[in-house]
């Protein structure tokens, strides 16, 4: 409370009324004149008084002293102890400018001191959420799992040699499986999960590694703040370019601390691939230029689809290591999933797996409707019923000969696993059709791109399960595309 009257006091003195001008100016006048005319009041005296008017006019002046000073003991037992040890000892305005600047070197000490000792707690234990369901229903992919414990496992410095892409599509569960290793290796692991609002990416980072934004706060910019209201830190300093220079600062510590170099993950990067490919631009050259200098490991983690095809496309691969690929669950993972991890019964996980085939995400979503009573039919009436929507909204938009090469490729890959390039190229001559279509179908996340082979497959179980039902008959050349 003191420290508020403080800045009251200084603010007051930087931006002085003209009331308190005038006061200033006249005080010191009027107390003269005042002075002068209690010294010839007390000088002059009438002969007509004698000494008994002497003595009443000494006991008035004693009983107003003695007033005064019980009114001043009043007020001082009010005050605290702060208070009193301030007013006795700093009495003036002026004298609330050291306090201020004491009071300012304090906090800006305790926030460096606090600032320091959370990010060197987080390089030391880790810093990787909470899985997002519980626990009990984790299943155990011990090969992927393995792997994936290995290139997020600290490393020496002279065992640094590449960054990581890991791929997979959309949920098969790469960052489950991503998140159990991190919590399982612990030190040196810090995990990055992107926003989906890439703005907000700079937090969302310093939040990882509990970075404060006012790590290097100024005691001038503290004190502005507080005698004039502009904030200590602005928008433009709260930067993600400013906690990368952190985390390299605190990554170099680690290694001299511990002899190994700390693992950075981003997860989600294909958010920053679709709305700031410049940032993913920029996290990997720095990826390139922290594996030449020893400082840190970083793990991309993102679905196939733009992202990694952004990324080959720069110099910066080079001293990537090869894609590490999460697929599916295999039928025997799915089995032991559905009937030992959920208790489903073997009819509806054989009725999950011929629909989802090993989709995790769709099968977890798909279980938690059974156990609240949502019939099967339902789910899968509703399911390829939102397939065929978005595949009738490509076709309403194409012209007589894009629909023809639209129903031949979801048809054609019922009979083969994937269609290549040249494949493609055989069923339609024209290029700026074959690309309108296959943008529209991998936009509709239909279709996806393989890194591996470059060739085009399903996006999931489902596609296939709903052209199968709704589209074959559509097919101009099914018969020609069968093996």
Known sequence: MYLRHVFLNLRSIAFPRIQNVNKSFYRPLSSHKHKNEFEVSTVKKSPDKGDDDDDADLKSVIET?????????????????????????????????????????????????????????????????????????????????????????????????????????????????????????????????????????????ARAIRFNFKEHIRLSTWIESKMFGSPPDDGKEASWERVILTFEKYAID?????????ILIFDNCDSLANKDPKMLEILQD?????????????????????????????????????????????????????????????????????LFGGRIKSLQNAASKLESGVPFTSIRKSILQDTARRIEKIRCRGTTQEQTFLFNVLCGLLYRPELTVDELIEMEEDVSIRQNVLDELRNETLLIRSVSTGSYIYHSQVIKVCVEEYYKTKCLSCNALKV
């Open 65 to 205: 002293k003695a007033a005064r000073k019980e009114r001043e003991k009043a007020e001082w037992d009010r005050l605290s102890i702060v208070e009193k040890f301030v007013k006795k000892f700093f009495p003036s305005q002026i004298n609330s400018i050291a306090i201020l600047i004491v009071a300012g070197i304090g906090y800006v000490i305790c926030e460096q001191i606090k600032n320091d000792y959370e990010i060197k707690y987080t390089f030391r234990n880790g810093s990787c959420p909470n899985f997002k369901f519980k626990e009990e229903q984790l299943l155990e992919r011990k090969s992927l799992l393995d792997t994936l414990t290995s290139i997020v496992t600290p490393v020496a410095d002279k065992l640094v040699s590449s960054y990581y892409i890991v791929l997979g599509e959309h949920g098969v569960g790469k960052s489950t499986l991503i998140r159990q290793a991190a919590r399982n290796v612990g030190q040196g692991v810090i995990y990055v999960d992107v926003p989906s609002n890439v703005d907000k990416f700079g937090f969302a980072f």
């Open 254 to 262: 680690f290694k001299k601390r511990y002899g190994s170099v700390p």
């Open 286 to 354: 720095t990826a390139k230029t922290a594996i030449d200098d020893s400082t840190w490991v970083t793990v991309f983690v993102t679905s196939v689809g733009n992202a990694p095809e952004q990324m080959e496309g720069r110099s910066s691969i080079t001293r990537a290591s090869s894609f590490i690929e999460i697929s599916d669950l295999s039928k025997d993972e799915t089995m032991t999933y559905l009937l030992e991890k959920r208790n489903l019964s073997k009819e509806m996980a054989d009725n999950l797996y011929g």
